[in-house]
């Protein structure tokens, strides 16, 4: 039998994986799952740094199936991005990840979400958007497109909340579009989200072969399929990758993060700079109207400070504080009494 | 005509919300406290910011009672709006205070009390120059009226303007000017009043501390650890953040130069109890403080905190109902709201401070409770507690180390490893109901584990399975049973022989103190028991068993402690006579003493087979 590849820190795919999934079989999330294990071990990230946390739906469920070695939260519906900005508080050296649905993060959940991104809490931040509330069984959710038809025949024309674009308003400073199926281009997507340190958000569309892949419905493989929109192809380049500095053929742009890795964009059409928020909006307008979805990174803001470093605080994790860092004295106590005297 | 009362005086002055009399009011307050005589302040204000109706009353005490006097010895009237009502509040032989800068319409005239004039306003107009100021530093007229004639020297004022306006030299002499003004006036009317005289009482109040719960509950909140604080502004708890903002920064010293603590304004309280659930789940000592709206939206995370089992702290101050109306008056009608927060079977560890170091010990300890039993852990304070002015013996710190409970470091769970033995997260292990935990940052090989709320086994797998659902229900119950013997006791006062007890809990304490002494007067000997806690312990039991009648005086309508008391110990629940005070207001002695008298009257022939 031929050993198993093993990635700088000696870890195989295997020690990516987690419990056996209960999605149905065929479902986009189970896809993201893989790119998600296949884009830790391609950058050696240790599983035991990384929290995973979640809301409630099918999405939420997946961080199971992936990273047994991690801590994880399966915490409650819509209330992720509020969990992991606590825990992120409590020991900011964690790599936390959150998967959530579209029914999660845009619905119930939408205001702490865009509070979160306010923040920029360090996180990476999957959605996987497939249109519908898959656990409770196919209802619309606030990402339905105009026009899209549900199984039963009804169709939506309330707008849907563009993910992407309200993450690029909020404050998110790495955001990008994915599809499940496109794991060439999702895996980067997902190696760079990790090596960003801020609100990294990713919006990818994730059918829901169960109850949102019949004809009529905008979120179904074979429609989401036949109008992806990529702005670039993109490689991920992690810091102790040393490559020669110099551009590849093609390449047009190159996203250095925080921790040294590198995104390179090569472009496909159009000049693209994904650090200018405002042809980043345009874009995804462009490509609504078009009925398509922008996929690749969509934005990138290398200048804020994430959450926990705007705070200022300490490099020992709040988690790790003893009694000694966190009890006054005595005599402080007396001198507080002194001044309640007056 | 009586003699005056040495150091015996209710003072309640009325005015408009936002006016400046706060401030007036504060001096006052300091001052009587300053010459040595027990002393109490109730603040009974709108939800407004400017322009609704404020009474704040100022009790001197020679006796040395601090709860809310039922009767208004003299009334400052200063709010036009309330004026025709505040004139019959005042006590048959009381005095009333008015500003005569115009003359008093005839329908604020009353028989039967004093009446004294001064002319506040044209008396400021004079002093300060025209501008915003001038209107609340009218206020300052009234304690310098009050000063003349209850006795208050104008040192310990000055004094006491010194304290607070310390850097402000400006300040203290504007506001010194208003008040002398309303000094000399009255003196040069030879003004006399015959209710009582304040005595300066040599040492009187000497290590004593005036201060706020919310204040005392934030310091303690410090001491006790608190680092990730997740708030959202409501009243009237707003003022515990915002002392934490405070005193933080002045307390914690810095690590790598770095903060050691995180307060957060959240978006809502949704946000705040999920992020104090995510930070207690990842090790930190998380608090929230809010009111019963706040725990309201807070309850879907209060009982994912139940069942994961993460220890997490809520600081609760209570207040009257839903949105607008009584937010700023003073209720425990939040008990059971507390009690079971969330759905699904819930039970929480409640710790009821009664006075302010129980605020602050209470608020310290809560941690240590939190990590000990993983799970949430209220303090359950209220406004009258939390807003008014107290003074007390200052706060008292018990050097004692944190309690964190069963929580694995990395080295422990290698020892595990080496003598053979499991780490299973929800397993009770030590048949106490509490299971061992790790925190997401330890790298040992067999920490992590996946949590989630009510579908999990002893070893944190996913499991819809019956036996394994009821297991921990059973179990997160069993360590419910454990908490008993460990969270405060009550006080107690008994005598052998009496038969009667009164019970209470958190701010009615004070007016049952005073309550119990006139009872005893008029003939009635009574027991006594605080509730400090649930769940109720041992003692509590012992004491409603041995006795005939109990009174349990509470401030909510529907008797919501004697619920959980009759839930608990059936056998009593017919010796239980409700005290209900539930009008917003503090609680006074003379209403609890009515409705005893009341009950006892009409319960005659029932008691002696209850
Ligand atoms: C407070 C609350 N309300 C409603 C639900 C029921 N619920 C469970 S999952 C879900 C929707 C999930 O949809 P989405 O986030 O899109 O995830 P998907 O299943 O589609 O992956 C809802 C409404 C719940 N668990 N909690
Ligand atoms: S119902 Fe839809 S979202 Fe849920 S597992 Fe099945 S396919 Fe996936
Ligand atoms: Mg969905």
Redesign the pocket.
Known sequence: MAEAKLNRINLSEKDYEGAASTMCRGCG?DAISASVMRAYFESSIDPRKVIKLS??????KTPAYFLSQSFGFNA???RMSAVATGANLANHKLMPIGV??????SA?GLGNFCHMMRRNVNITYIV?N?G?????KGQF?ATADVGSVMKGGKVNDIPAIDLAELAITLGATYVARSFSGDRKQLTPLVQGALAHSGSAILDVISP?VTFNNHEGSTKSLKYAKGHLDPIHDLDFIPPFENIDADYEEGTDHEVKLHDGSRIRLHKLGKDYDPTNKMQAITAIHAAIAEGKFLTGLIYYNPNRKEFAEELNLCDTPLSDLTQDDLQPTLEQLQQINGNLMK | MDTPTINDLNICVATENGSGSASSNNILFKAIFKMGVPCSSKNMFPSNIQGLPTWYEIRASAEGYLSRKDVIDVMVMFNDATAAKDIHRVRDGGLILYDDSTPLPANLRRDGVQYIGFPANKLVTKLVPASPLRAKQRNMVYVGALAYLFGIDMEVIKAVLEDTFGKKPAVIESNLLCIDAGYQYLKEESATQNIARLEQIPNGNKGKIITEGNTAAAIGAIYGGASVICWYPITPSSSLAESMEYYLPRLRKPKDGKKTYAIIQAEDEIASAGMIVGAGWAGARAMTSTSGPGVSLMN?SIGLAYYAEVPCVFLIVQRGGPSTGLPTRTQQSDISLMYGASHGDTRHILLIPHDMNSCFDFARRSFDFADRFQTPVFVAMDLDLGMNLWSSEPLKLEKEPYELGKRLGAEQLEEWAKAGKKFRRYFDQDGDGIPYRTVPGNQHPMASYFTRGSGHDADAKYSEDENDYKYILDRVRKKFETARKFVPKPIIERERGVKTGIVCYGSSYEPVREARDRLKARGLKTNYMLIRALPLTGEVRDFLAEHDTIYLVEQNRDAQMAAIVKDEQPEVGAKIVSVLVYNGLPVTAGEVVKQIFDAAQSAQPKTATA
């Open positions: 999330h809301g409630i739906g099918c999405s939420s409650v519906h819509g959530s649905g579209d029914g999660d993060t119930i996987e497939n519908v509330y898959g656990l409770t959710s829901c | 879907e």
